[in-house]
């Protein structure tokens, strides 16, 4: 049984990278009728692999296409693509291997976490550090972008005013939804995506002389320069682990603190936050085992479930806590990261022998069909599309510009104004 | 390029077939009402009754979604009913039966309320006249990082939260005895899960949804033992009684 989960949450990860809109929690609420009935253990080996092949394969995907599977794969399609582009294969390899790096330095805390003194994470719960890490984000944000310094900010203040659009159930009031009751939902964020960046993104798409024969040869030589790019996917690990106690939008934090370690290297600070990202869904994983304080969508959705079964939640985490169940599982699901991130780049590589606007037509209607299928499965297809419509024509004036700011703003717009609340009080 | 849209329209179609029974989540995927609910279609589903749920997204969506459909099943709880945008009234005709109750317990770190109280944002003005600074958190987990994290002295959270604290209990609002509390005017303050009825469905499926199995599994382990009285309108006395002190 526990060997089936652990294949369909690899099958999972796949998915979640591959189709865009798709993350790791929808393919879990997709799952969800299935969950119902498991034990935090299965539910851990289900889970765990689902979200670390996610990152793995959604890079590919990023690198090849510009179309990001995931929030963090940003830096891989903002700054990475192009270099791929350039000749620069050896990408996918490395960012696989930096986050194998991660995973192997995850699975080594997770490991340690029960002989560690827990009051040194108390810490991490604050929200101070919290709001100490949201500053962090914009100001790096700032510094790395590649647009003007103005234009950025505005960019942040933008995304931070429509991402707070919708009925904040916590106060009760709405913001900016003129009355309309598809708004109290807030503006949703594929539509959004898909229109002020991945639309243009396609659009601008070229052809490519890529090979499979390139890609091996990408892969022999990846590994024999891993000592040379060691010491930076080490540094983005870190980085990634301090991140990822931010709740909700660590990894964001993460990709973008460790991109500003590296700004006047694009290949670095793409390898960089790759392994970022690997290290931070791990890490966000500490309160839960230690304290039973889920902290991202994916751990409220599996604690949630969990919680129907048990009747002292926090002892049975413990208790997987002290088996070697959780670096092992870690562990294998980035071994099977790694090794699926090959063959899908080479496979990838095929797509290429289609003419330019034949690949153009087959990625729009990729995306565009799971926006509709997203669409239909939340109710609201109809407003999907008003959404799309409504921000094409923002897609194409930015369509020069570098709107990572405009997109994680948006994306950390409601935490911002909830921890700033807080902080005032 | 043909062979997509086929697909896309195929994957269009599977996910929007009919069924007799919608099972209505009004709130976000993920939460306390669409595990609930995911319980339920099963305990329908194995026997043999044809449920289908539905995620609204959030309580304003869930009502609207609520009234278009036809034939229906919901969970509601005071926490929701407090928000007049998601209201649906409770009624003779559209209630079901009542689920789950949970008290709240007051937890501190020294016995008193000390300088800064934890509590969930849409429920700030349950607890506004209690003599402490209240800090808003989105949910009882939170409140929970925050007490751990010293950021504040007090937390009003639920039982199953207050379980895994190493800290005071100074309230419990399910218990006869209030200690210091006995004058406030909430000191009885519940939360329950309820579900609601609406449309034509039959007697045997309205059996099937007041008799979960889990329900009653889940409500043991949790101490969420529902307020049942055996007088419908003592019930929904009791229920509007408490949602009235949830209402802002």
């Known amino acids: 049984m526990e060997v089936l989960l652990f294949l369909l949450g690899i099958v999972g990860g796949i998915f979640a990278g591959l189709v865009p809109g798709i993350g790791v929690f929808t393919t879990l609420i997709l799952l969800y009728p299935l969950l119902i009935d498991l034990t935090i253990t299965q539910l851990l080996i289900l889970y765990i692999p689902l979200?670390?092949?996610?990152?793995?394969?959604?890079?590919?995907p990023a690198l090849y296409f510009k179309i990001p599977g995931e929030a963090t794969s940003f830096i891989a399609t903002e700054y990475g693509h192009d270099l791929f582009w350039k000749g620069n294969y050896d990408l996918i390899p490395l960012t696989a291997i930096g986050s194998f790096v991660a995973t192997v330095m995850s699975a080594g805390v997770i490991m340690l976490l029960p002989y560690l003194y827990e009051h040194i994470f108390y810490g991490?719960?604050?929200?101070?550090?919290?709001?100490?890490?949201i500053l962090l984000t914009g100001a790096c944000l700032v510094a790395t972008c590649k647009n003007p310094w103005l234009l950025t900010v505005t960019m942040i203040a933008t995304g931070m005013a429509l991402g707070n659009v919708g009925f904040n159930v916590n106060t009760g009031t709405n913001f900016a939804t003129f009355g309309s009751t598809w708004l109290s939902y807030g503006i949703p964020i594929f539509p959004f995506i898909i229109a002020v960046y991945v639309i243009p993104s396609i659009f601008a798409l070229n052809s490519s002389t890529v090979t499979v024969k390139q890609i091996d040869s990408a892969y022999s030589s990846a590994a024999l320069d891993v000592k040379h790019y060691l010491p930076k996917m080490m540094s983005g690990s870190m980085v990634g682990m301090i991140a990822g106690f931010v709740p909700i939008i660590g990894k964001i934090v993460g990709v973008s603190a460790s991109r500003a370690l590296y700004k006047h290297n694009d290949k670095h600070s793409v390898i960089v936050a790759e392994s970022s990202n690997n290290s931070s869904i791990f890490t966000a994983m500490i309160p839960l085992f230690l304290f039973g304080v889920p902290i991202t969508l994916g751990e409220i959705l599996i604690f949630n479930v969990a919680e129907t079964s048990y009747w002292d939640l926090d002892t049975a985490f413990r208790e997987v806590l002290s088996t070697p169940t959780l670096p092992v599982t870690i562990l294998a699901s980035g071994i099977f990261?790694?090794?699926?991130?090959?063959?899908l780049a080479r496979y990838f590589s095929h797509v290429f022998v289609l003419p330019t606007s034949a690949l153009k037509i087959c990625l729009l209607a990729i995306v565009l069909g799971s926006m509709i299928y997203l669409g239909i499965t939340k109710h609201m297809l109809g407003f999907y599309i008003i959404v799309l419509l409504a921000f094409i024509p923002l897609g194409y004036f930015l369509r020069h510009r570098d709107v990572i700011p405009l997109i994680f703003a948006f994306i950390f717009a409601k935490m911002s104004m909830t921890v700033i609340e807080r902080i005032i009080i | 390029m043909k062979k997509t849209l086929l697909t896309m329209a195929m994957i269009a179609m599977m996910s929007t077939t009919a069924s007799a029974l919608d099972l209505v989540?009004?709130?976000?995927?993920?939460?306390?009402?669409?595990?609930?609910?995911?319980?339920?279609?099963?305990?329908?589903?194995e026997q043999g009754i044809d449920a289908e749920v539905k995620v609204a997204g959030n309580c304003i969506l869930g009502k609207k979604l609520w009234q278009d459909s036809?034939?229906?099943?919901?969970?509601?709880?005071?926490?929701?009913?407090?928000?007049?945008?998601?209201?649906?009234?409770?009624?003779?005709?559209?209630?079901?039966?009542?689920?789950?109750?949970?008290?709240?317990?007051?937890?501190?770190?020294?016995?008193?309320?000390?300088?800064?109280?934890?509590?969930?944002?849409?429920?700030?003005?349950?607890?506004?006249?209690?003599?402490?600074?209240?800090?808003p958190y989105k949910n009882t987990r939170e409140i929970k990082a925050a007490f751990l994290a010293g950021e504040i002295d007090s937390g009003f959270v639920v039982q199953a939260i207050a379980d895994g604290l190493d800290?005071?209990?100074?309230?419990?609002?399910?218990?006869?005895?209030?200690?210091?509390?006995a004058d406030w005017g909430n000191n009885s303050l519940t939360l329950n899960y309820y579900l609601m009825q609406k449309g034509n469905i039959d007697a045997n499926t309205l059996k099937a949804v007041r008799n979960v199995a889990k329900f009653v599994a889940i409500a043991d382990k949790k101490k969420m033992q529902p307020v049942v009285l055996d007088d419908m309108d003592a019930q929904l006395d009791y229920l509007m009684t408490n949602e009235q002190k949830w209402a802002k």
């Open chain 1, 51 to 60: 979200m670390s092949v996610s990152q793995y394969i959604g890079s590919v």
């Open chain 1, 124 to 133: 991490f719960l604050s929200t101070n550090f919290v709001f100490g890490m």
């Open chain 1, 337 to 343: 990261g790694l090794v699926l991130s090959w063959p």
């Open chain 2, 25 to 45: 989540v009004a709130s976000a995927p993920g939460g306390t009402y669409h595990k609930f609910t995911t319980v339920l279609a099963k305990s329908l589903q």
């Open chain 2, 70 to 135: 036809e034939d229906a099943i919901m969970f509601q709880s005071e926490a929701s009913q407090a928000v007049p945008e998601c209201n649906v009234p409770v009624t003779a005709d559209n209630f079901v039966n009542n689920v789950f109750t949970a008290g709240w317990v007051i937890v501190s770190k020294d016995g008193t309320l000390g300088n800064k109280m934890g509590v969930v944002s849409y429920m700030q003005q349950t607890v506004d006249d209690l003599d402490v600074t209240l800090v």
């Open chain 2, 167 to 181: 800290a005071d209990v100074i309230l419990d609002t399910m218990s006869d005895n209030k200690g210091s509390f």
